[in-house]
């Protein structure tokens, strides 16, 4: 799921930066041309987790599981551009223990951010005024209980009447005849 505008307005310069979708195709692209040039000898594939993990905290499930895809590939076909003759059998091995690395990797980070997403919900006892319906913070200030839940959760409020409380407070209106 990506971030609403103004979700991301709230965080800070480098957490927008490294949650732009854009940000963590570049990451990955430099990951691999600095893979590229260091020859077949270095290898650092541990370094492609930065891009999985960023996209699968920050932006969207399936651009994790894309990179955790194209990574290795790419990395797979430098074999076959360096002049250096490879061993076919070990280098698809190793593409396909990455990608399946990477993929577990961004699956955990996904479903671990979609359970974090949907448990954000006020749990324990609330200390409310019976009389006001206000709620006592850590700090034993008074808030009003839309403005206590809207800070602490995801929820957001919005008023209406309900027919007993219509009845209760507007009843000489509601079931006064209408002249006309």
Known sequence: MIPSPKQLSQ???????LGSPLAQIALAAILLAIDFVSGPLVQFPIAFIIPVVLAAQFSNARLSYVLAVI?????????????????????????????AVLLTIAFFINRTV??????????GLL?????????????KEWQHIETYISKHSQADFTHG????????????????????
């Open 11 to 17: 965080k800070p310069w480098y957490v927008r930066l």
């Open 71 to 99: 990574q290795p590939l790419v990395r797979f076909a430098f074999v076959f551009i360096w002049d250096a003759a490879p061993n076919l059998t070990l280098s698809i091995v190793n593409a396909v223990i990455r990608v």
């Open 114 to 123: 979609r359970l974090a997403r949907e448990v954000q919900r006020l749990e």
């Open 127 to 139: 200390p409310i005024c019976s009389f006001c319906k206000k709620i006592r913070t850590e700090q």
């Open 161 to 180: 009447i309900c027919p007993d409380c219509a009845q209760k407070h507007f009843g000489t209106f509601i079931n006064k005849p209408r002249k006309t």
